[in-house]
Each structure stands twice: as C-alpha cells, then as structure tokens.
C-alpha cells in the first residue's frame, strides 16, 4: 500500500502484560513519529525517529514504554507492565523529511483491561 | 509545554449552516497546521499557515492566522454531511523540533 500502515488494527490486553505496536512507514520516508490519543483528547508526541540518529524520546510518558526502529523501515513501540491508563489509540506517522508534512496511520487502539 | 486551545469543544448544525472553530495559545508559533480526523483513521492535513495574518482558502474552508501567531481560526461555509468529523489544531512542540502539540479537537457534526 502506499500509505503508512499499523498493526493490529485493535489490542485487548490484561493489565501487567507487555504489547508490541508495529508501523509502517511510507517507503522512502525517513522521519517516523509515534503519538497517542486518548479518549476525548488531542495526540501527545511520545517519540520521533529521524534516519540513523538517536531517537527523540521526549515524549515518553514513563520507562515502560521503549521504540526500535530499525534502518528507515518498520518500527515497533513496546509497552511492558500495561496499566488502565495506557488506553487509547496509538498513531504513527512518517515524513519524507524532518519539516515535511506527517502522513498518518490508522492507528491501534490499545485497551487494557 | 506549548497549549493549544480549542474551542468550541463540540458544534452540532445542518446543512448548509455556517460555522468558526478557534484554536487559541499564549505562545507563539512559526506556524500552525489543521488536520480533520475521521473515525477509526488517522488525521490527515488541510492546511499550514505560516505568516501572521495569513488566509487560506480550500473549497468552503477558510483558514486564518492570526497578527501575532499565537491564534488560528477555521470558517466553514455551507456546512455539507462530508465535513462531519474532528478538527485539530497543531503547532511545533518545543521539545522536540519536528514533532507537533496537538489541541483537543473540535468534534463537528453536520446533519441533513
């Protein structure tokens, strides 16, 4: 496909176990963010990766959560030790460069329960 | 962190009504960007304003930034079903140079 692709479309989840959320960028993209999006709320940034550089990590809201991404291609965002309030969809988008317009996935929506 | 506010939180109107959504900060931006969200889909983008005071028109969509580049509006003429769905706001975050901070959104509905 020629859009950014994530997987698996919806996670259910007891809380205390790790999940691992996959995207796929666009090809050729070289910028991948991840994001979440709570019920009711705006996305917050949680970790942006740009070529070969060290990831941004800013966003991160604890140490449970950890991103991988590996060349310009698939990333993987883990969250281990799940709680309630891990809920919510994750996005991921990529961009032909850093500045360039972010084109988004469908996102995974996360329940733990 | 840099807030964006928007209002109003909800807008539920017909057809063929008119409508302005606000998305408002205390901090100044290099540009802001709206993006409509569908469900079960990611956002996708309408339009970036880059210049203080800047207008943007796609279709019935009019987008402004404001003088000082801390404010943005959204105008829709003649509501159509198809523009149901929810606006965001966005702006560069602080922290982290490329990513966005995001408002809350707008949810519009537009009924026949």
């Known amino acids: 496909g020629a859009g950014v692709s994530q997987s698996p479309s919806n996670k259910v989840t007891e809380k205390g176990k790790d999940v691992e959320l996959r995207c796929d960028p666009i090809?050729?993209?070289?910028?991948l963010y991840w994001y979440r999006q709570r019920l009711g709320q705006g996305l917050e940034f949680l970790i942006y990766?740009?070529?070969?550089?060290?990831?941004?990590k800013s966003g991160l809201p604890s140490d449970r959560f950890s991103a991988e991404r590996t060349g310009e291609s698939v990333s993987t965002l883990t969250i281990q030790r799940t709680q309630q309030e891990d809920s919510a969809v994750y996005l991921c988008?990529?961009?032909?460069?850093?500045?360039?317009?972010?084109?988004f996935g469908p996102g995974t929506r996360l329940t733990v329960l | 962190t840099q807030l964006l506010e928007q209002s109003p939180q909800f807008l539920s109107i017909q057809e063929g009504e008119n409508l302005t959504v606000y998305c408002n900060s205390s901090?100044?931006?290099?540009?802001l960007q709206w993006y409509r969200q569908e469900p079960g889909e990611g956002p996708v983008l309408l339009v970036t304003?880059?210049?203080?005071?800047e207008v943007k028109k796609l279709k019935r969509l009019t987008f402004q930034f404001g003088d000082a580049r801390k404010d943005s509006s959204l105008h829709i003429t003649a509501a159509q079903p198809g523009d149901t769905g929810l606006y965001l706001c966005?702006?560069?975050?602080?922290?982290?140079?490329?990513?966005?901070?995001f408002g809350k959104g707008t949810s519009l509905l537009v009924t026949p």
């Open positions: 966005a702006g560069e975050n602080s922290n982290s140079g490329y990513a966005l901070n």
């Open positions: 988008a990529s961009s032909l460069a850093p500045s360039a317009e972010q084109f």
């Open positions: 090809s050729g993209h070289t910028a």
């Open positions: 901090s100044v931006f290099s540009s």
């Open positions: 990766f740009q070529g070969n550089s060290a990831p941004d």
């Open positions: 304003v880059v210049t203080g005071g």
